[in-house]
């Protein structure tokens, strides 16, 4: 078993950044890839960027790109989110998340997808004002 504990949400006014933490803790089960998702309230979870462990690959969705960046730091079993020129579109609940399955990997647009990860944070709120 893996445990996700994310930090570092907040609120900001637009324009502003902020910089997610993930720190991944348990059993030491071999992982794949790591994203963050975000969930605002009425809508499904997205991907918003995602980081192939391997080679340090990483995939974003449209909206993010230019903004956000994901890192890892593997010294320190933490994954990391930079959010820069943040936009109120962007207020969610932010979610980590981690794949301990895809050892062959995955497709650009799986790499964004819920349903390729087994092991989520419990979130941790962004709120950006206008």
């Known amino acids: 078993q893996l445990q996700l504990v994310e930090s570092g949400g907040g609120s900001v006014q637009a324009g502003g950044s902020l910089r997610l933490s993930c720190v991944v803790s348990g059993y030491n089960l071999r992982t794949y890839y790591m994203g963050w998702f975000r969930q605002a309230p009425g809508r499904e979870r997205e991907g918003v960027a995602s980081i192939w462990i391997g080679d340090g690959r990483a995939y974003y969705v449209d909206s993010v790109k230019g903004r956000f960046t994901i890192s890892q730091d593997n010294t320190k079993n933490t994954l990391y989110l930079q959010m820069n020129s943040l936009k109120p579109e962007d207020t969610a609940m932010y979610y980590c998340?981690?794949?301990?399955?895809?050892?062959?990997?995955?497709?650009?647009?799986?790499?964004?997808?819920?349903?390729?990860?087994?092991?989520w944070g419990q979130g941790t709120q962004v709120t950006v004002s206008a």
């Open positions: 998340a981690a794949d301990t399955t895809h050892r062959l990997g995955l497709t650009n647009l799986q790499a964004l997808n819920v349903m390729a990860y087994n092991y």
